[in-house]
């Protein structure tokens, strides 16, 4: 199709895919998981020792994936590097390259440094491939002295402490990227930025939920009632912010009555009325605060299956909830142009280079990586204690 004359970019295609839905949902799981994570290390939540590792682990592998869903949309995945030969200063995108930089090199010497002991036992009591593998990981570094392990905790700590800003301008900055296109009247709000880091918190918890108790039914281990508890309150506090938020900013878009809400709040009630009023609102909100409520307000009453049940179910339906949300901010938010001449069409293919296979693929890839780190460095003490034993076993 030839465009001619003045017209807005979205006029007649919706050029963000499914592909940038996934972009910040996988971003906010790093930030999300990173911020339990510092929980334990930085402000000493010891209930939260059961996933401090975890935590950690999740965070690495989803922040490895993040960079696939631009580098199938863009389509050319041998310029990836270019973001950093070439540096555009000038460029919002260049800047959210450094700062994951930043963030990847944070978060590899955090690790290195949480699973040191666990390398240096490991070179010492393994044989062949693995004893040379693990010789290699420690960097010739063997002391495990008590003044060692202490300069370890101290440095972890400060790493954690680093960590935590890195991680709210990581997922902040991807709300920055929609906010600033002054070209579009629902993303270009102060508030996008501080959603988009609220619900990164939330979907990060709610999934360090699911996987927690998941791993644990199926290596049939205890599931720590206090860690599961504490999760919850937390994931009950970040939600009740998020979902305030996202509701003040339409009530604002509404209120102040522009001629951007006559399109706005049309697309809401009509082209996303099942995504944003049934998903996003009803099922992924309202339904989970209400279960998080009963966690945490009935707590000392529950027994650990019923609590269990209700905070997985409760983190499963945030997990939708924010992907609800993603969906309707990006791909509602093309559905019609600053033009306001009526709506787009979006529907992926299944098959397509975009599309839901596509997409379905991307999100297994960090699941597939957390398992094989969890095989390389065991995410759950009862497990390492166990590779230990395995090992020690044959002397």
């Not at 990847?104 to 002991?117: G, N, T």
């Not at 969890?374 to 497990?383: C, H, K, M, Q």
Request: charged share 15%.
């Amino acid at each position: 199709m030839e465009l001619s004359g003045y017209s807005y970019p979205n006029d007649f295609f919706i050029d963000w895919s499914l592909m940038i839905v996934l972009y910040p949902y996988i971003t906010g799981f790093v930030a999300g998981a990173f911020i339990v994570s510092s929980f334990y290390h930085v402000f000493e939540r010891n209930e939260l020792e059961p996933v401090g590792k975890l935590s950690l682990l999740c965070s690495f592998a989803f922040l490895l994936s993040a960079g696939l869903p631009l580098l199938n949309h863009l389509g050319h995945p041998e310029r990836a590097l270019n973001i950093f030969l070439t540096p555009n200063f000038s460029s919002a995108m260049s800047g959210f390259g450094f700062v994951y930089t930043f963030y990847l090199i944070v978060m590899e010497l955090e690790l290195w440094l949480v699973y040191r002991e666990y390398i240096v036992e490991t070179a010492r009591r393994s044989r062949g491939w693995k004893r040379r593998a693990f010789k290699w990981l420690s960097l010739g570094v063997y002391d495990l002295s008590p003044e060692s392990r202490e300069v370890d905790r101290k440095a972890i700590r400060v790493l954690a402490a680093i960590g935590i800003p890195a991680a709210c301008i990581l997922h902040g900055y991807v709300g920055f990227l929609f906010g600033a296109l002054k070209s579009n009247p629902w993303w270009s709000t102060p508030l996008m930025p501080v959603i988009f880091l609220f619900s990164a918190v939330v979907s990060g918890i709610a999934l360090l939920i699911v996987i927690y108790q998941t791993d644990r039914k199926i290596h049939g281990m205890r599931i720590d009632q206090e860690c599961v508890a504490s999760l919850s309150r937390w994931l009950w506090l970040f939600m009740i912010v998020t979902v305030s938020l996202e509701i003040l900013e339409i009530i604002t878009l509404a209120y102040e009555q522009s001629e951007a809400w006559e399109i706005i709040g049309a697309l809401l009630t009509t082209k996303l009325s099942f995504s944003f009023i049934s998903v996003q609102m009803i099922l992924g909100s309202l339904v989970p605060f209400v279960l998080l409520m009963v966690v945490v307000l009935m707590n000392s009453y529950l027994h650990e299956k019923v609590r269990n049940t209700l905070a997985f179910i409760a983190a499963a339906l945030l997990l939708i909830q924010v992907f609800a949300m993603r969906w309707n901010v990006v791909i509602g938010g093309q559905m019609f142009s600053k033009s306001f001449s009526g709506f787009r069409q979006y529907q992926p293919e299944f098959f397509e280079k975009e599309g839901i296979l596509a997409a379905i693929v991307i999100m297994i890839a960090p699941f597939l990586l957390l398992h094989l780190l969890n095989i390389i460095f065991p995410a759950f003490s009862d497990r390492e204690e166990a590779e230990k034993g395995a090992i020690a076993a044959p002397k």
